[in-house]
């Protein structure tokens, strides 16, 4: 009997070193080797960004193969096997957890990975879905890599996908400069910039595939195919071995945390969510930069916050008018006296009101402005002298500074979620069909890219 198999992994990585991808890599690689057949890339599946209590990016992975029946303990042992030892259970923030699925995703599992994009979901809830969906769970330490690893195998990737091919460094060179050739990126993403994205931050120049810090990976393309992220890859200049190179298949640059509309008297710490209202009172300048405006619905009212980071958003904000329609998305805050704000990571006008100023009238002789002659009292010409009543005041329109239209953050500021502006109107072929010929092309011409023995 063949089953699907379903591994979900997260958790692996810490703040200092490890990274899950790695782990999922290395297990993916070793699978394949022992001959087992996987019904897809491993999927890298971003979660809800805004849980303030997780490491880095909140990724989850899973790997999903066929496998024999009787061979499901050998998968299982070969699994716990790799994510022991790629992971250092002795840091304290690091709670790796595996969960095995035979079968077909169920219905309550798929709402659960729906929820984990833009909630904020308890281990005594993952636990409940988990023996619901006879999930098998193995935690090497706490329980808290539960929600992730349990969410990954579970997420729905067909709606919206795209794909980051990471190369991996050699152990040795963990923690140094990575050797990079940042015009060889430029020039990479001159000829890849409508396959691939985020390689670049258009305004500064500065190069976006490498991460900093002490993880074990080199660089990361993502674009929307295998062979596009591939053969990019292969356009770069690296002055460094590469231990390893895989492909993941992926939800970011979906925007897929940002799907769920709610009133804002729905509004919970931590959730990602949209919402739509009249903006309720004139922008301002918070400490540090940041715009606020008010903005409410029928329920109620919410502070949201335009970070000086978000570029074109934040200047959006700043010439919002009172009464503007707009529908807001991001990521709920908790202030330190409990209030919640809502810092956007999208804004979309609706629809700009008509804002007007009185202005004081002209003179009919000499064509200036007249003024004031003080609170409730009429208006004079400062050179003829000539005197205007208080009802002489004109309407004047003010030209609006802003348009309708949606308006994102740059692509330095960008959360891997977020849907980048060159993937707009990017129709995912729902048909392409990834199967066993296909990943092993891919791999193999990954294998000649690894420059390590
Ligand atoms: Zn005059």
New binding site residues.
Partial sequence: MITEFHIGIDDTDSRLAGCTTYTAALLFQELLTQGFKPLDFPWLVRLNPNIPWKTRGNGALSLHFTVEEEQLEEVKKIAVATVERTTDLAQRATDPAVVFLKGGISNPLREFSARALHDVLSVREARQIATCARAEMRLLKGSRGLVGALASVGADLDYDHTFEIIAYRTPENIGTTRRVSHDSVRHMDTLFHELTFNNIDPETGRVLICPHGPDPVLLGIRGEDPTSVTRALNQLEINEPIERVMIFKTNQGTNAHLSCHRRIEALRPYQSTVITGRVSGPPRIARGGHVIFRTGDETGAVDCAAYRATGSVRETALQLAPRDSVTVSGGICLQPLGELTLNVEKLELTRLVVTVRMENPS?S??G?RCESMGNGQGFR?R????RLPRTSRVEKIEQRKIALGVYIPPPRAHRHLTKPASRDGIRRPISVEIDNANIDRTLESLASISTAS
Avoid: L, P, R, V
């Fill in positions: 003179c002789n000499c200036i010409c050179k003829c002298k000539a």
